[in-house]
């Protein structure tokens, strides 16, 4: 093998003014210990070449060898043991069936397995749903295969025209009648309501407020300040909607005995009391709300009373007689009629 090995000689110092011949020759040293010189790096490179590093006796020799030619050919191996048999592999089926011919069988059409080694051609109507021709609607024919659906006796067919449509009772449809089979769209952004004859109306206030069944209580108190109550005004409270009078209820902090009456007029005739609301105003009539020697009353019958109250119309509190109560809570349970 070419190459070179490197090594690094020794370095002998001289005496001053002196020279190697004029330096008389010395006793022989004693042996010294043997050199161990170890297998370092091998390296492929270019060239080949060889390093020592390393002081005696313990050296490392690094080598770098390049590639050699390739070797001829060796010969042909043992043929191995035959593997067990088992499923073809999806690649190993698709160049099967790709090929002009599997196994004797002619491939031009869908394929089926035959119960044997090679598949065999499906048969349409039989192995498969057969394609039939045309653009139509299909369904099956109990046979196999496909056909064409018929219009009005296997689906509805297309209706023309843009109505709202309904079934014919045949199979089909046809235009729906505004006001006989739907509700007709009415102009307008109000609610709307039924209208008796199979379309809608825009609700009114009224009609809204009767839907929803709305009842609520219209509360007035009347207190002492922890001192028996005295008669006279208590206060004016203006009504902002439309509504009837259902119920009457008073509620005592104790026992004792009051009469109130109410008086009502319109915001527009209200002037503090000097001719408007006053005694003449009264809606009670002979029966207003009472509490005899008790905590409490209510009254739903309202005899002679006006119950009916317009938006915006005052309410004015007087305490017609009072034993012993210091709070008094007057609620009228009403039902709105309107905004």
């Known amino acids: 093998m070419a ?126 749903l057969a394609p039939p021709s045309g653009t ?72 809204i407020v009767t839907l929803g069944a709305m009842t609520q209580d219209i509360e007035f108190i009347i207190d002492g300040g922890g001192s028996a109550i005295t008669t006279g005004v208590k206060g004016d409270l203006e009504i902002p909607f439309a509504c009837t009078i259902q119920r009457a209820t008073l509620l005592a902090d104790q026992s004792g005995s009051i009469v109130v009456d109410i008086f009502k007029c319109s915001y527009a005739n209200y002037d503090g009391g000097s001719t408007h609301p006053v005694s003449g105003d009264k809606i009670t009539a002979s029966a207003p709300p009472t509490i005899s020697t008790a905590t409490k009353a209510q009254d739903s019958t309202l005899t002679g009373w006006t119950t009916s109250i317009t938006a915006g119309d005052i309410l004015r509190f007087n305490v017609n007689s009072i034993t012993t109560c210091t709070r008094v809570t007057l609620a009228l349970k009403v039902l709105r009629t309107g905004q």
């Not at 390393?54 to 043991?81: C, E, R, V």
């Not at 006796?153 to 079934?167: F, N, Q, V």
């Open 136 to 207: 139509a609607l299909l369904k099956a024919n109990s046979g196999g295969a496909l056909a064409n659906a018929v219009a009005s006796t296997d689906y509805a067919p297309a209706t023309s025209g843009s109505a709202i449509l309904k079934g014919n009772g045949s199979g089909g449809f046809s235009s729906a009648a505004a006001g006989t089979d739907y509700a007709a769209a009415t102009s307008g952004s109000g609610i709307l309501k039924g209208n008796g004859s199979g379309g809608t109306t825009v609700a009114t206030g009224p009609d």
């Open 3 to 128: 190459g070179s090995i490197t090594t690094t000689p020794p370095i002998i110092e001289l005496p001053p003014g002196s020279s190697p011949s004029s330096i008389a020759k010395g006793d022989v040293g004693a042996t010294g210990p043997s050199n161990v010189l170890t297998i370092g790096s091998v390296v492929q490179g270019g060239s080949a070449a060889a390093t020592i590093t390393g002081a005696s006796p313990s050296q490392i020799l690094n080598l770098t060898l390049p590639q050699g030619p390739a070797g001829p050919t060796g010969p042909t191996g043992p043929s191995g043991a035959v593997g067990v048999s088992g499923t073809p592999t999806v690649n190993q089926f698709a160049t099967w069936l790709n090929s002009t011919t599997t196994q004797g069988v002619s491939i031009t059409g869908l394929v089926k397995g035959n119960g044997a080694t090679a598949p065999s051609a499906a048969s349409a109507g039989t192995d498969y």
